[in-house]
């Protein structure tokens, strides 16, 4: 089966500017999830979706920062206006089945880096 | 929330038998524990989890003693390819904002 795939794998935008990150999840996993890791720190939780519905968006930092699920499938992440500190690497996992870890373990893609200059 | 505690690095040989211990004192009843591994400019990649006792695949061990408070990934005869960074998790899967990622050891496998 096909993994998750994210678009960009790299994006280098000036402060101030927009950014749009998108994730194509498994084919047929409701659950879907957006992390971070900023330049030194560790991987952190922004948000989870089942199918097109918000589960948990307790991890995102700011209003600066919308995702959206239309229709469940992809996910698109949005920052605008971005900022120095938004820099790091953004990693969006699907699974199958909610719960994280009851058996449902996440697939990650392999990240876009964002750099903010 | 529950946290974990690995060793920050670990080094060994191509052949042997790697064991990185992870420290969970105060996991919950309903937490499982996880480990993944990520290579570099990936996403982490799932290796095995377990609740208690010994789970064991075609990947690697997972060993946790009946008070659950620490957990050993065993990876047998490892190669070079081995080499990545191994995050250790604990969560109960009811929330995933509640699964942290720690720093991960850095595993470096030398020939």
């Known amino acids: 089966e096909a993994g998750v795939t994210q678009f960009p794998s790299h994006s280098v935008i000036e402060k101030g500017q927009t950014v749009t990150l998108r994730c194509d999840p498994i084919s047929g996993h409701d659950n879907l999830y957006w992390y971070r890791r900023v330049m030194g720190k560790e991987i952190k939780f922004l948000l989870h979706?089942?199918?097109?519905?918000?589960?948990?968006e307790s991890g995102m930092p700011n209003n600066r920062f919308l995702a959206e699920r239309t229709g469940g499938t992809y996910s698109t992440l949005k920052v605008q206006p971005a900022e120095l500190e938004d820099s790091g690497v953004y990693f969006c996992?699907?699974?199958?089945?909610?719960?994280?870890?009851?058996?449902?373990?996440?697939?990650f893609g392999n990240g876009t880096r964002l750099t903010v200059t | 929330l529950a946290k974990t505690t690995q060793p920050i690095s670990m080094d060994s040989y191509e052949g042997q038998e790697v064991n990185i211990t992870c420290s969970h004192n105060?996991?919950?009843?309903?937490?499982?524990i996880t480990w993944y591994q990520q290579f570099p400019s990936q996403g982490p990649r799932f290796i095995i989890q377990?609740?208690?006792t010994k789970v064991t695949n075609e990947v690697a061990s997972l060993f946790i003693p009946a008070d659950r408070k620490s957990s050993t990934l065993s990876l047998p005869r490892v190669s070079l390819s081995d080499t990545a960074v191994y995050y250790c998790?604990?969560?109960?899967?009811?929330?995933?904002?509640?699964?942290?990622f720690g720093s991960g050891t850095r595993l470096s496998i030398r020939p």
């Open positions: 979706f089942v199918k097109e519905s918000k589960q948990d």
């Open positions: 996992a699907s699974s199958p089945l909610e719960g994280a870890n009851l058996g449902s373990p996440l697939h």
């Open positions: 998790l604990v969560g109960d899967g009811s929330s995933a904002s509640k699964i942290i």
């Open positions: 377990g609740y208690k």
């Open positions: 105060n996991i919950a009843t309903n937490d499982y």
